[in-house]
């Protein structure tokens, strides 16, 4: 399994309150994405990043910013959390048009 | 838009049949292909993968899958179910990018 951990693995918040979630791999891989994972919706992506400090919107971004600023670590950042985002969220890793590797997850839900 | 469909929200299968689990894609050129398996609580496993070639690829737990061009399709297929085999499926797709576009996933349940 490739080496991916994400932080917290469950946490519930309040409405309104900031949360961060951590993605950390030891795979020395280039690319590093979030998403998000709810029923009837699949995986839809919130951001990615190409390389350090360079990060990109993907199909469900409002609400989310994301930040890297080493290699091995992608922070998902929810600056005021909503219900509308009690989800289960995915990072996941790829050296380039390849596989993703998923890490384990963390579910979030916010109250 | 560019989209993939798993048309298939659920399938019940008996344990030892065949199963097909089908994705069908809609972009102009040939995408990479991607199956992947979700047991409950877990993240997603990589099962198999198309990029080029032979158009029939084998993927691990012995599942293999056919990318057939005419139909836009890339169907999972298993000759002999296994009760461990119940999870979801998610299907995906990547143009460029490295954006992976991911089906809404079909659930499969194993009856003994």
């Known amino acids: 399994d490739a080496g991916i951990t994400q932080s917290p693995r469950h946490k519930v918040t309040e409405t309104g309150t900031p949360v961060t979630l951590r993605c950390h791999q030891t795979e020395n891989h280039r690319y590093m994405y979030w998403y998000r994972q709810d029923p009837g919706h699949g995986l839809r992506l919130i951001h990615y990043?190409?390389?350090?400090?360079?990060?990109d919107k993907g199909e469900v971004s409002d609400g989310y910013s994301v930040s890297r600023s080493k290699t091995e670590d992608f922070l998902l950042t929810l600056e005021s959390a909503t219900s509308s985002q009690t989800s289960v969220y995915f990072c996941a890793i790829s050296e380039g048009e390849e596989t993703q590797y998923f890490g384990p997850g963390t579910r979030l839900l916010v109250l | 838009a560019q989209s993939v469909t798993q048309p298939d929200i659920h399938i019940t299968v008996s344990e030892g049949a065949s199963l097909e689990l089908r994705c069908n894609y809609s972009?102009?050129?040939?995408?990479?292909l991607f199956w992947y398996v979700q047991s409950p609580g877990q993240g997603l496993q990589l099962l198999l993968k198309y990029f080029s070639g032979d158009t029939l690829v084998q993927g691990i737990k012995g599942f293999e899958a056919e990318f057939k061009r005419s139909q836009s399709s890339f169907n999972l297929r298993k000759p002999s179910v296994h009760w461990s085999d119940a999870a979801e499926y998610f299907c995906?797709?990547?143009?460029?990018?490295?954006?992976?576009?991911f089906g809404t996933g079909t659930s499969l349940t194993v009856i003994p």
């Open positions: 995906a797709v990547v143009l460029s990018g490295n954006q992976f576009y």
């Open positions: 972009y102009g050129a040939t995408p990479y």
């Open positions: 990043s190409y390389g350090v400090k360079d990060t």
